[in-house]
């Protein structure tokens, strides 16, 4: 268990509204990750975060942007959701001292109608 | 560029079946290898791991060995349980440290244990 939390577990939200989800994890580790998952892509890299403040794209990027003031919360916006977000989101750390290695969280199933 | 391709499912078996699930591998430098597996509803648990060549991972009864000459990581397990029906997913993991770090992902394979 690497004490990682995603709020809310479920959300339905309509096109065009912001949505933020958020990742909290009580073991301070510096990595922290953001992913969706998707029938026939399995998981793909949004955002990723090395430390407070430092943030960094992943390859799908668009239409998403990250916050990290603490570093136990790592925060996924969506300015202005549409449907082509409706998927499930995954939170994910790595430790210092096996980097290469992600722990999940449980997920954060969003709808967007 | 880096990616990973693992055999579609879904795979049905029956219980004591001997499993194998096919994962290769592209990859610039030295990859960590990973498997993942993901149970109904719930998020992905690593499942065993191997860092360099002739490496063999092993979990609950699970086995993949990383082999560099044919770019493979082949999961198997001797007897499968009904209790292991899942997805799963091969990964690599070519950067991390740094300013970097991400994981390449399959697209999953759904395993189906029949009583």
């Known amino acids: 268990d690497a004490g990682i939390t995603q709020s809310p577990r479920h959300k339905v939200t309509e096109t065009g509204t912001p949505v933020t989800l958020r990742c909290h994890q009580t073991?301070?580790?510096?990595?922290m990750y953001w992913y969706r998952q998707d029938p026939g892509h399995g998981l793909r890299l949004i955002h990723y975060?090395?430390?407070?403040?430092?943030?960094d794209k992943g390859e799908v990027s668009d239409g998403y942007s990250v916050s990290r003031s603490k570093t136990e919360d790592f925060l996924l916006t969506l300015e202005s959701a549409t449907s082509s977000q409706t998927s499930v989101y995954f939170c994910?750390?790595?430790?210092?001292?096996?980097?290469?290695?992600?722990?999940f969280g449980p997920g954060t199933r969003l709808l967007v109608l | 560029g880096n990616s990973v391709t693992q055999m579609e499912g879904p795979v049905t078996l029956s219980e004591e079946a001997f499993l194998t699930i096919n994962c290769t591998y592209t990859a610039t430098g030295y990859p960590s290898l990973f498997w993942y597996v993901q149970y109904p509803g719930e998020g992905l648990q690593l499942l065993l791991k191997a860092t360099k060549a002739d490496d063999k991972g092993s979990n609950k009864g699970f086995e993949a060995t990383y082999r560099k000459e044919t770019t493979s990581f082949h999961l198997e397990k001797g007897s499968v349980q009904v209790s292991d029906s899942a997805v799963y997913f091969c990964?690599?993991?070519?950067?991390?440290?740094?300013?970097?770090?991400?994981?390449?992902f399959g697209k999953g394979t759904k395993l189906s244990v029949k009583p």
């Open positions: 994910a750390i790595s430790r210092t001292s096996e980097q290469e290695t992600q722990y």
């Open positions: 990964a690599l993991s070519t950067n991390y440290g740094g300013s970097q770090g991400n994981l390449i």
């Open positions: 073991e301070n580790h510096r990595y």
């Open positions: 975060s090395y430390g407070v403040k430092d943030t």
